[in-house]
């Protein structure tokens, strides 16, 4: 069982930075694979990031790749989102996720068996 708690959303002007992270309990989290999903209203959850549990192989959507980048500490426990350029349409409620094992990178929402609560992201334009 893992749990997991996102932080660092905020209101940014369009072409700004922000990072996010996700820190989760338990002593296996390099185990997990993490993933980095958000949602915007009305819209479905959508896949931005992933990551192995090793930190080795990473995946972007293609609305975010060259802008947002996930990196893990597995020493902190934690799960980075740095996000660049931001523009208006990447507001949304961002979740970070886990699944096993970690060897492999997961796109898809339903294969995640852990999520976080979510932290909103505001870009102003």
């Known amino acids: 069982q893992v749990q997991l708690v996102e932080s660092g959303g905020g209101l940014v002007q369009a072409g700004g930075s922000l990072r996010l992270s996700c820190a989760a309990s338990?002593?296996?989290?390099?185990?997990?694979?993490m993933g980095w999903f958000r949602q915007a209203p009305g819209k479905e959850r959508e896949f931005v990031a992933a990551?192995?549990?090793?930190?080795?192989?990473?995946f972007y959507a293609d609305s975010v790749k060259g802008r947002f980048t996930i990196s893990r500490d597995n020493a902190k426990n934690t799960v980075y989102l740095q996000m660049n350029s931001l523009k208006p349409e990447d507001t949304a409620v961002y979740y970070c996720?886990?699944?096993?094992?970690?060897?492999?990178?997961?796109?898809?929402?339903?294969?995640?068996?852990?999520w976080g609560q979510g932290t909103q992201v505001t870009v102003s334009s």
């Open positions: 990551i192995t549990g090793s930190g080795g192989r990473t």
């Open positions: 996720a886990a699944d096993l094992p970690g060897y492999t990178i997961v796109t898809r929402a339903y294969e995640y068996n852990y």
């Open positions: 338990g002593r296996t989290f390099s185990s997990y694979s």
